[in-house]
C-alpha cells in the first residue's frame, strides 16, 4: 500500500456495506441516519427520529478484542437506531445497513426473502428495519454458538430481537412467523451452515443438494462460489464476500453479497491502537460556512486519564459526555438542547468504565458505567446470575426497558446521570442501597449513596468536573442492614414495572424491592422500596422502610405496608403525567405483589418455631407473584379455500413490491432523488389553541441565519389564487392570517438550502398572539352548542342528519312491567394514524408554470385541485404522483394536501424545487386523528324475551377547527350504529363537535368503529342486566338474510350469521365452552382474571357521498405481450397493485409477471376518488377489467384467425400490424345505490362486508396488564382475489382495532375537562415515546384467521368482497373481553361487591382497567372517571 493511501486510511472513517467513508469536519450534529441517507442509502427510514419504531435499524460491527496468539478477532453486531446515532459515534465501525444485504436484481439475502414471502411486508416502510433486526440476531448467534445439534436461536429470541421494530400493517404475525420458520424451523441459518462444515452433525441437519457441495454461509442453501461460508478465508482486500441466494423458494444460484468486516479496522486493532482510536473534531468553519458545518467540537478519550482532562478542562456545561446519546438524542431534537463541545465515551475503550464484576454468592456487584444495558442485561441473565434474586431482577427489569436497539447503545451511567424520575433502574440501585463511584481529575473517587445521588428532577449529585465511574452493589448480609454478620439471613429482590404498552414503553410506576429477612426469627431486617413515576425523582420510601424493620409477614403487616405506602407514595391529582389514582395505586399493588412473593418462600426457610404467624398465601393468589408474561410467541392458523394451480385469481400471491420492500429498495416520497437545486421547507405552526395574531416577525429569522431563503404566508399567494380550501366544505385557511383556531395550523413556512437550517430558522419566527378562550373537548362543545352547521360552511344537506326507524317515543312511553329501560354514555377515544411513513412532498414549478408534485397522499387529485386553485393555475398544468405509501390508513387522505399546498408557494417564488417530510411529532401534532366520540343512548328491552326493544342514541364526535371529512365520518357513525344487530326501534342524532383541536380526520372504519362500538356497549350493558352471557345475547339479535337495516336497506346474502356459526366450530372455540374454562380459571385465581367475548362485524361498502364512487384505469398492451397498467388509486400496502395486476393478467390471459402497475398519476388518470372506504380493488379491479375486456373484445376477431395456440404476444403483434388499439381506458361506476340524507331510506352500501370474532384475555387486576390470549376471527371476503392479501389485511386491521381499543391513547391539554397538566390543545402523545401502537407482545398469542368458506359477492369484480376496513371492528372482542374480566374482579372485590354493569372508556388503558377492577390494595374509588382527551 502506498504511503499516500496509508495516510488517508488514517483518516477517521466509517464503512458502510464494506465501503469507506471519510468523516469530514463539521457533521457532529449529524446522525448516522441522515449521513446514510446522504449517500443515497435510502433503505434506512426515518420514522420517528426519536428510537422508537426501528424503522431506522442497521447493524453496527466492531472489533471487541484481538487474541494475538490464535490471531483471532472477536467482534460485537449491535442493531441500532441510525436516527439516534451521532455520526462520529460510529468512527472505526463497520456499519450494515439494508443495502449491504441482497437485493430484488441480484437475488434476496434469507433473512429479506423470510419476511417477503412470509407476507410480512405490506406498505413495506417497517420492512429494512426488521430485517436488519433480525439480521443481527443471525449474526451474534453465528458468533456465539457452537453447538452443533441445537437450533441457534428460539422463537422467543426472534421477537425479543424484534421489540424495538413496530409495524402498523401486519399484526406482526406474518412476519415473526416468517423468521422463525426459516431460522428456527429450517435452520436457514445454522451454526453448522454458517461453518461450511460439511461433516458429521452438519450432514445430519442440513438438507445438501448432492452431498458434496459446501453450504454457504449466509444462506444454508448449496454453494458453488467456493466461499465455503468462512469470510476470513477471502480475498482480504474484499469489500463483501459472495454468497448464494436460494432460501424460502428464493431464486438460487444468483450472487449476492454479504459484506465483510473491514480489513483496515482489522488491521487498526492489531497494531494495538485499539479498534477506536482517540479523536478530534473541531468542528469545521462554521462562522462563515454554516450551511456545511456545524461547529460542534467532538472528542473520543480513550482513558479514564483522558476524559477526566477533559472534564476539567471543560467542566458544567461547557462540554456534555455522550454516551449512547439515547437521552441527549431526544433533548436535542425535542428540547432543542445545545451541546456545542461533546465528549464520546465509547464501550470498549475506558477500561475502568467498561468493567462488570459479579459475586453470586454474596451479591456483591461492581458496574462500570459505560457499559450498556445490553452486556449489564446478558451479565445478569447468565445461568449463574440468574439465580441470585437480585441479578435476576435486573435482567428482567431490562427485558421490559425500550427496545433492543436502544439498549444495545444505551449505557448504565447514561441512565443514572439523566436523573429521569421514570428511569427503571434507579429503584433498583436504591432498593438495593447500591453506591456510586464518582470521580473527577482534581478529586478523585467520591462516594455517593443512590439514595443521595438524586437530587431534583433530572439533577444529580455531579460537581461540574465529575463524571459517574461505577456503581457498587453491598454483599446481602452487610452489617449495614443486619448489625451482626452472623446472623443467618435471607434476601429477596423483586423488580416491577407497569407501563402503558407491555413491550418497548417507559414507566407509569417502576419498582425495586428489597427484603432481608433474619431466617431464625423471620423478623425482617430490611425493607427497601424504590420508586419511579410518583415524583419528580426517583424515591426510596424510607419511612415504610422503618415501618418494616423488625416485623414478622403477618396479616397486620401488610395492612401496615398498605397504609405506608398510601402515605408515602401519594401522588396529587394535577401532577405531571396525571393518572394520580392510577399512579398510587400501582405503588401499592407493587408492594402488596412483593410482600406475597417474600412470603411464599419465607415459610420454608425461617425455623419453623417462627414460620406460624406468616401470612398465610392462598392457592388463589399465587397468579398475582409473576408478570403477565406470554408463553409463547404469537401464532397461529389461517383457513381459506385454495384455488386449482393456473387461476390467478384467487391466488395467494406476495405483495408485487414484497421483494424490493425486503432489499430496502422500494422508493417512498422522501426516498426519490431530488430534483436539481432543490431546497427545504419547514412549517411555522401556531402554538395556541385559540387567538388572534397580533403580529408575525420573521425577518430575524430570514436574515440572521445564513442559507435561509425566505419566509412565505398568505400574503405571497399569487393573485388568481386563494387562501381557502377544504375536502368537502372550503372552510380552512392554507395559512392562517388573522386568527388560528388550533395548535399547529400552519402560519407560514421557511424555505433554506438544509433541512436543518429550515427547522432552525421556522423555530425562530416570533409570533404574537392575543390568547382566546378555545373549545377542546366534546363535553365543552356541547355544553356551548359549538356544532358544524350548514349554515356555517355555506351548503345543504350535509349536518344535522339522523334516522329513525319504527317508533322509539312510543316503546318508552309505555313502559310495562317486563320492559326495562337503562341509559348510558359511551365514551370513545380518539386514534393517531401512526403510518410508519410520515407525510413528505415535493413541489416543482417548471417552465411554463407547469407543476409535478410528488407526494404521500391516498388523494393525488386533491393536492392537483389545491395546488392549481392555491396558485391560480389551471389543473391541466398540474401533475401530482404518487408511487407508494408508507402506510395511510385514511390519515394521508385529505391531511396532506394542506402541507403540500403550502410548500407550492415558496416553489413559485422561488423557481426552485421544494421538499418538505414532516418530523413524527410535528405530524401527529397537526394532521388529525380519528376522531373521538360521545353516544349518550337509552335503551328499551323485554326482560322475558331478552330482546332490545328501542334505542334512542345522540352520537358527538370531535371534528376539531375545520370540517375537514367530519361529516361523513358522522354520517357513517349513525349508519352503523346498529352494528349487525336487528333493533326494531332505532332512533340515532349526530353532531358534528366545532373543537380548537387540529381537525380530525378519516381513519380506517371512517366512523364505523365509533358507531359499532357504541351500539355494542349497549348490548353489552343489557346482558349484564339481564345477568345473560353477552354472545348469547348478541346472536340473539343477529341480523337475518332480508332483514331490513333501521334505514330501510334490505340485507341480501347476509353472511353475519354464517360467520358466527362457523366461529363457534372453529376447534376448541365453542362459546360455552370457552366460558367454562375463564370461569374455572377465575376461581382458582384472585388477581389474574380472564374475560371472554365474541362479537360480530358488518360494514357497508361504498362512500356515503354518491360521486366518488367511480374509478378509471388505463391498460396498455406492449408488444412483447406484457401490460402496463395505470390507476387512480394508490398503493400504501394493501396490495391494491398486486390484485389489480391479478384481474389484468386474468382478464388478459397473460401471466401475473407480465403485468405491471405504475405508479399513480393523475396524468395517466384523472379526477380520481381518495383511495379509501375500503373498495379501492371492488373499483379499480372493475376498471381495469372493463379495459382489458375492450382490449380483449378488440382482439378476439385477430385471435380468431389464429392458430389456437397462438400466444397472446402474438395475438397483440398481428393486431398492432392490422394498427388496432392496444390500450384502453376502463371505468368503473358502482351500482346499487340510492341513498339521500332528507329521507333517511334506501341503499347508502352497495353491500356488506361480514365478519366474527371471539377473544379470551388475561387481566391482572393489580397492574391493569392484559394480556390477549387468542383471537379467532372468521371474515366473509366472498371469493377471495388473493388470500394472502386479505388475510394480510384482516390480521392487520384486526391487530390495529385492538390497538385502538387497548393502547392508544391521545392526551391533549384541556384545563376545563381534560389533562390539566399540559398545555390547552398541546397534543402530548406525538411520538412513539408517548403514543404507543400495538408490538408484536400485544397482538394475540393465538392469532387464528378463517377466511368464509363458499361466499359469493356478485355486486363486486370477481365476486370478492372489500376487506380493508371490516376486520378493524373485530378489535372490540377484545375490549368487551377485557370488560368481562374486569366483571369477574369486581364480582370479588371486598370493597364494593357489586356485579352491576359499570362504564369503561375506551381505550381500556392499564389505568382504567386497574381502576375499574377495585379490590382492597386499590386507592380510591373504582368508579372513578379517569381523565379522557374526547
Ligand atoms: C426509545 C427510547 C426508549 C427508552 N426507554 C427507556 C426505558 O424503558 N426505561 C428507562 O429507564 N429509560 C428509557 N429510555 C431513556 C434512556 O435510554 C436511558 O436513560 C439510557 O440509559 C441513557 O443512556 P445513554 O448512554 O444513551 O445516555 P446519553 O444520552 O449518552 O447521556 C445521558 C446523560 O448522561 C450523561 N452521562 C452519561 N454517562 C455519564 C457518566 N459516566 N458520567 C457523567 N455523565 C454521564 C450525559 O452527559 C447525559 O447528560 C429510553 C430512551 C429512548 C430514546
Ligand atoms: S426512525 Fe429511528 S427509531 Fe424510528
Ligand atoms: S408493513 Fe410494517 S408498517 Fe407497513
Request: charged share 25%.
Amino acid at each position: 500500500m502506498s504511503s499516500s493511501s496509508e495516510e488517508e486510511k488514517s483518516k477517521p472513517a466509517i464503512y458502510v456495506n464494506g465501503k469507506r467513508y471519510e468523516l469530514r469536519d463539521g457533521i457532529g450534529e449529524t446522525t448516522l441516519l441522515e449521513f446514510l441517507r446522504d449517500v443515497r442509502l435510502t433503505g434506512t427510514k426515518l420514522g420517528c427520529g426519536e428510537g422508537g419504531c426501528g424503522a431506522c435499524t442497521v447493524v453496527a460491527s466492531s472489533i471487541t478484542g484481538y487474541d494475538k496468539k490464535t490471531d483471532q478477532f472477536s467482534y460485537a453486531h449491535k442493531a441500532v437506531n441510525a436516527c439516534l446515532a451521532p455520526i462520529y459515534a460510529f468512527e472505526g465501525h463497520h456499519v450494515i445497513t439494508i443495502e449491504g444485504l441482497g437485493n430484488a436484481r441480484d437475488g434476496l439475502h434469507p433473512v429479506q426473502m423470510a419476511i417477503a414471502n412470509a407476507h410480512g411486508s405490506q406498505c413495506g416502510f417497517c420492512t429494512p428495519g426488521f430485517v436488519m433486526s433480525m439480521y443481527a440476531l443471525l449474526l451474534n448467534a453465528r458468533s456465539k454458538n457452537t453447538a452443533a445439534e441445537n437450533a441457534l436461536i428460539s422463537p422467543h429470541d426472534i421477537e425479543e430481537a424484534l421489540s424495538g421494530n413496530l409495524c402498523r400493517c401486519t399484526g406482526y404475525r406474518p412476519i415473526l412467523k416468517g423468521f422463525v420458520d426459516a431460522f428456527v424451523e429450517n435452520k436457514v441459518y445454522s451454526q453448522e451452515t454458517i461453518d461450511g462444515d460439511v461433516s458429521n452433525s452438519f450432514k445430519k441437519s442440513v438438507k445438501v443438494s448432492d452431498g458434496t457441495v459446501p453450504i454457504c454461509a449466509s444462506t444454508g442453501q448449496p454453494c458453488t462460489n467456493g466461499c465455503g461460508g468462512d469470510g476470513e478465508k477471502t480475498d482480504e482486500n474484499a469489500s463483501s464476500r459472495n454468497v448464494e441466494n436460494g432460501a424460502n423458494g428464493g431464486t438460487t444460484n444468483a450472487a449476492i453479497k454479504e459484506p465483510l468486516f473491514p480489513i483496515e479496522l482489522k488491521r487498526r486493532a492489531k497494531a494495538g491502537t485499539g479498534p477506536l482510536a482517540a479523536l478530534a473534531f473541531h468542528g469545521g468553519d462554521a462562522i462563515t460556512d454554516s450551511v456545511h458545518n456545524d461547529g460542534v467540537k467532538w472528542h473520543r478519550p480513550t482513558s479514564l486519564k483522558e476524559l477526566l482532562d477533559l472534564r476539567d478542562a471543560y467542566p458544567g456545561n461547557e462540554s456534555k459526555i455522550v454516551c449512547g446519546n439515547t437521552e441527549i438524542g431526544v433533548e436535542i431534537k425535542f428540547k432543542k438542547a445545545l451541546y456545542p463541545r461533546r465528549i464520546h465515551v465509547s464501550g470498549n475503550t475506558i477500561e475502568e468504565l467498561d468493567r462488570i464484576s459479579m459475586n453470586y454468592d454474596n451479591g456483591e456487584a461492581v458496574f462500570g458505567a459505560a457499559i450498556s444495558l445490553s452486556d449489564l442485561e446478558r451479565a445478569c441473565c447468565g445461568k449463574e446470575a440468574s439465580q441470585v434474586e437480585r441479578f435476576r431482577a435486573i435482567s428482567k427489569q431490562l427485558k421490559w426497558f425500550a427496545g433492543r436497539q436502544i439498549r444495545n447503545v444505551s449505557t448504565l451511567g447514561g441512565n443514572i446521570v439523566t436523573g429521569s424520575p421514570i428511569s427503571d433502574l434507579n429503584p433498583i440501585w436504591l432498593a438495593l442501597d447500591a453506591m456510586f463511584v464518582v470521580t473527577s481529575k482534581k478529586g478523585g473517587d467520591r462516594y455517593v449513596k443512590a439514595r443521595d445521588f438524586f437530587l431534583a428532577y433530572r439533577k444529580v449529585d455531579l460537581k461540574p468536573d465529575e463524571i459517574l465511574k461505577q456503581v457498587e452493589l453491598k454483599a446481602f448480609n452487610d452489617t449495614d442492614y443486619t448489625g451482626t454478620t452472623a446472623a443467618t439471613t435471607k434476601e429477596y429482590f423483586h423488580e416491577y414495572k407497569q407501563s402503558h404498552r407491555r413491550e418497548d414503553d417507559i414507566a407509569i410506576v417502576t419498582c425495586g424491592a428489597r427484603a432481608l429477612f433474619n431466617t431464625s426469627t423471620g423478623e425482617c431486617l430490611d425493607f427497601s422500596l424504590g420508586f419511579g413515576g410518583l415524583s419528580f425523582k426517583t424515591i426510596f420510601c424510607s419511612q415504610t422502610a422503618n415501618g418494616m424493620v423488625g416485623k414478622h409477614m403477618t396479616k397486620e403487616t401488610l395492612d401496615f405496608l398498605m397504609s405506608a405506602i398510601e402515605k408515602e407514595c401519594f401522588v396529587d391529582e394535577s401532577a405531571p403525567g396525571g393518572m394520580s389514582q392510577y399512579r398510587i395505586t400501582l405503588a401499592k399493588s407493587f408492594a402488596f405483589k412483593f410482600f406475597l412473593h417474600c412470603v411464599s418462600d419465607l415459610r420454608t426457610v425461617v425455623d419453623s418455631s417462627s414460620s406460624s404467624s406468616i401470612y398465610e398465601l392462598q392457592q388463589n393468589e399465587l397468579s398475582s407473584l409473576g408478570r403477565n408474561e406470554r408463553q409463547s410467541v404469537v401464532s397461529g392458523a389461517q383457513y381459506f379455500t385454495k384455488k386449482p394451480n393456473g387461476e390467478v385469481v384467487g391466488q395467494p400471491l406476495a405483495h408485487k413490491s414484497a421483494h424490493i420492500q425486503a432489499s430496502g429498495e422500494a422508493i417512498y416520497c422522501d426516498d426519490a432523488a431530488k430534483p436539481e437545486g432543490c431546497v427545504h421547507a419547514a412549517l411555522v405552526l401556531s402554538t395556541i389553541a385559540h387567538g388572534k395574531i397580533l403580529s408575525v416577525d420573521s425577518a430575524r429569522a430570514v436574515e440572521s441565519i445564513p442559507g435561509v431563503l425566505g419566509y412565505f404566508s398568505a400574503k405571497d399567494i399569487p393573485k388568481n389564487g386563494t387562501n381557502i380550501i377544504g375536502p368537502i366544505a372550503h372552510d380552512e385557511e392554507i395559512f392562517a392570517t388573522e386568527y388560528v383556531t388550533c395548535v399547529g395550523q400552519v402560519i407560514g413556512v421557511v424555505v433554506a438550502e438544509t433541512r436543518a437550517l429550515a427547522l432552525r430558522a421556522a423555530a425562530a419566527v416570533k409570533i404574537e398572539y392575543e390568547i382566546l378562550e378555545p373549545i377542546l373537548s366534546i363535553e365543552d362543545a356541547i355544553a356551548k352548542k359549538s356544532y358544524y352547521t350548514d349554515e356555517m360552511i355555506g351548503m345543504r344537506g350535509f349536518l344535522g342528519h339522523a334516522l329513525h326507524s319504527g317508533n322509539v317515543d312510543d316503546i318508552f312511553a309505555n313502559e310495562e312491567e317486563n320492559i326495562k329501560i337503562i341509559s348510558g354514555s359511551t365514551r370513545v377515544g380518539g386514534q393517531e394514524h401512526f403510518y410508519l411513513e410520515p407525510n413528505a412532498c415535493v413541489v416543482e414549478v417548471t417552465d411554463n408554470d407547469e407543476v409535478v408534485t410528488i407526494s404521500s397522499t391516498q388523494c393525488p387529485m386533491k393536492h392537483q385541485a389545491y395546488i392549481a386553485d392555491c396558485l391560480g393555475f389551471s389543473r391541466n398544468k398540474v401533475t401530482c404522483k404518487a408511487k407508494r405509501l408508507g402506510g395511510g390508513f385514511g390519515g394521508k387522505e385529505s391531511r396532506s394536501g394542506f402541507m403540500n399546498v403550502a410548500i407550492a408557494v415558496p416553489a413559485y417564488h422561488l423557481r426552485r424545487p421544494v421538499s418538505l417530510v414532516l418530523d413524527r411529532d410535528v405530524d401527529m401534532q397537526i394532521t388529525g386523528h380519528r376522531h373521538s366520540f360521545r353516544g349518550d343512548w337509552k335503551v328499551a328491552f323485554d326482560v322475558k324475551s331478552e330482546k332490545i326493544l328501542a334505542l334512542d342514541v345522540k352520537i358527538y364526535n370531535n371534528a376539531g377547527n375545520s370540517l375537514d371529512l367530519s361529516s361523513s365520518v358522522l354520517d357513517r357513525a349513525i349508519l352503523h350504529v346498529d352494528s349487525a344487530y336487528n333493533i326494531p326501534n332505532l332512533r340515532v342524532e349526530g353532531y358534528c363537535c366545532k373543537t380548537n383541536l387540529p381537525s380530525n380526520t378519516a381513519f380506517r372504519g371512517f366512523g364505523g368503529p365509533q358507531g359499532i362500538m357504541i351500539g355494542e356497549s349497549v348490548l353489552d350493558d343489557v346482558a349484564r342486566h339481564l345477568n345473560v352471557a353477552p354472545d348469547a345475547l348478541r346472536e340473539n339479535h343477529l341480523y337475518h338474510e332480508g332483514d331490513l337495516t333501521h334505514f330501510g336497506q334490505k340485507l341480501i346474502d347476509c353472511q353475519v350469521r354464517s360467520c358466527w356459526e362457523e366461529l363457534k366450530c372453529k376447534r376448541e372455540a365453542s362459546f360455552a365452552d370457552r366460558r367454562k374454562a375463564v370461569e374455572t380459571f377465575n376461581q382458582t385465581s384472585k388477581f389474574k382474571k380472564r374475560g371472554f367475548a365474541a362479537t360480530p362485524a358488518k360494514f357497508g361498502i361504498a362512500f356515503t357521498a354518491l360521486f366518488l364512487n367511480q374509478a378509471g384505469a388505463l391498460v396498455n398492451v406492449y408488444l412483447d405481450g406484457t401490460a402496463g397498467v395505470s390507476i387512480g388509486g394508490v398503493e400504501m400496502g394493501q396490495g391494491l397493485f398486486t390484485k389489480v395486476a391479478q384481474i389484468a393478467a386474468k382478464n388478459l390471459g397473460v401471466r401475473f409477471e407480465d403485468v405491471h402497475v405504475l405508479e399513480t398519476s393523475t396524468e395517466k388518470v384523472p379526477n380520481a376518488s381518495p383511495t379509501a372506504a375500503s373498495a379501492s380493488s371492488d373499483m379499480y379491479g372493475d376498471a381495469t377489467e372493463d379495459a382489458c375486456l375492450q382490449i380483449m373484445e378488440r382482439l378476439k376477431p385477430i385471435r380468431e384467425k389464429m392458430a389456437k395456440d397462438a400466444s397472446f404476444k402474438d395475438i397483440v403483434n398481428s393486431a398492432y400490424f392490422q394498427r388496432i388499439d392496444l390500450s384502453a381506458h376502463g371505468w368503473h361506476v358502482t351500482k346499487n345505490l340510492n341513498w339521500d340524507w332528507s329521507v333517511g331510506k334506501g341503499e347508502p352500501f352497495n353491500y356488506y362486508t361480514y365478519g366474527a370474532a371471539c377473544s379470551e384475555v388475561e387481566v391482572d387486576c393489580l397492574t391493569g396488564d392484559v394480556n390477549v390470549l387468542r383471537t379467532d376471527i372468521v371474515m366473509d371476503v366472498g371469493d377471495s382475489i388473493n388470500p394472502a392479501l386479505d388475510i394480510g389485511q384482516v390480521e392487520g386491521g384486526f391487530a390495529q382495532g385492538l390497538g385502538w381499543i387497548l393502547l392508544e391513547e391521545l392526551k391533549y391539554g384541556d384545563s376545563k375537562n381534560g389533562h390539566k397538566w399540559i398545555k390547552d390543545g398541546v397534543n402530548f402523545t406525538r411520538g412513539p415515546g408517548t403514543y404507543k401502537i400495538p408490538t408484536a407482545n400485544d397482538v394475540p398469542e393465538e392469532f387464528n384467521v378463517t377466511l368464509l368458506h363458499d361466499s359469493k359477492n356478485p355486486r363486486a369484480v370477481q365476486s370478492s368482497k372489500a376487506v380493508g376496513e371490516p376486520p378493524f371492528l373485530l378489535g372490540n372482542s377484545v375490549y368487551f373481553a377485557v370488560k368481562d374480566a374486569i366483571y369477574y374482579a369486581r364480582q370479588e372485590d371486598e370493597n364494593e361487591k357489586n356485579e352491576g354493569a359499570f362504564s369503561l372508556d375506551l381505550p381500556c388503558t392499564p389505568e382504567r382497567v386497574r381502576i375499574a377492577c377495585g379490590n382492597a390494595f386499590a386507592y380510591g374509588s373504582r368508579d372513578y372517571k379517569t381523565r379522557i382527551t374526547i
